[in-house]
């Protein structure tokens, strides 16, 4: 795979490096290795951004910053390992919408609150995605793909990195604006997946194109659609499923950046307008566009518990 790793990384890792050095503790820290949390197994999307901000943070920090894989549980274990750490400096996460967002409406409980126990440090990445199929499946489109799973209800199937990951609540969206019914077969981590699709035992996956974009150049898998409102720079002979047939559809995905609850907010007070979206370092680098917040951003109150979503719509399923 190749990642383009100045592209992708001299902005936003670029702001979080003074974030974690305030002046005031320069030389108190760091004064060890810093470990960079990824909740999920290595070869997706996380692990490959976790990799590749930690040598950018080693490099500025003069310390290495180790990444530690803690997977399972939906991205819960890996959470909730770093809500229970000290706020110290030396622990932080890279973690998804599915991670920050998603699983507080999907579990009734959860051992963490996302509010309470973690202090924010800045959005670093956005990214699309893209359907994927082997490049022998019968569909040539999405149109063809809806219709195969309409004559044959819950016949298709479709994988995902786990249970309120992107590549899940994004298919299920595909399911409830198309009307159709797919079997989700959920893994733990998004290569077990693209590897099912490529041997034929399930019929697609909403892939990042950090990872599915190698496979399709490589004609392992083929893609039918990105899921974004624009073709996307870097495969611009591969539609989008809106211009395609699903009128509208678009998904994104994000990460950020985040420490325990009780880190002392100077550690992140350098996150300014060096790697926000205007930044000219933000380019595309397998999918993935630098993307940080802004100082006003962080310095916003967070939404209240009591508006964040915490349940399925009534009458639906995940």
């Not at 310390?63 to 622990?91: C, F, K, Q, W």
């Amino acid at each position: 795979m190749t990642i383009n790793r100045r592209a992708l990384i001299a902005g936003a890792g670029a702001a979080i490096a003074p974030a974690l050095a305030p002046a005031a503790l320069a030389q108190a820290y760091p004064a060890r290795p810093v470990r960079l949390i990824a909740p999920i197994l290595p070869g997706g999307v996380t692990d490959i951004l976790a990799r590749l901000f930690a040598l950018r943070l080693t490099e500025r920090m003069g310390v290495p910053v180790v990444v530690e894989n803690r997977p399972g549980a939906g991205l819960i274990i890996g959470m909730e390992h770093v809500a229970r750490s000290a706020p110290d400096g030396y622990t932080i996460i890279i973690a998804s919408q599915g991670a920050m967002a998603v699983n507080a409406s999907l579990f009734a409980r959860l051992p963490y609150d996302t509010l309470r126990d973690f202090a924010p440090i800045t959005q670093v990445v956005e990214f699309p995605v893209m359907l994927v199929v082997k490049p022998d499946f019968p569909a040539a489109d999405i149109n063809a793909f809806l219709a195969m799973a309409r004559a044959q209800p819950g016949a298709l199937t479709f994988g995902s990195a786990g249970i309120g990951t992107i590549s899940h609540l994004g298919m299920e969206l595909l399911k409830a604006r198309a009307n159709v019914d797919l079997t989700h077969v959920p893994f733990n981590g998004e290569a077990p997946p693209l590897q099912e699709v490529i041997a034929g035992r399930v019929s697609a996956l909403l892939a990042t194109f950090a990872v599915g974009m190698p496979a399709v150049r490589g004609g392992q898998v083929r893609a039918i659609g990105i899921a974004s409102r624009r073709r996307s720079a870097l495969a611009p002979d591969i539609p989008t499923l809106a211009e395609t047939g699903l009128a509208d559809f678009s998904v994104t995905g994000w990460f950020g950046m985040l420490a325990p609850a009780g880190t002392p907010r100077p550690w992140w007070s350098g996150c300014t307008a060096n790697s926000s979206p205007s930044s000219p370092n933000r380019r595309a680098a397998s999918g993935c566009s630098p993307s940080a917040s802004s100082r006003g951003d962080r310095n916003r109150p967070p939404p209240s518990a009591a508006s964040s979503p915490r349940r399925p719509p009534a009458g639906g399923r995940w």
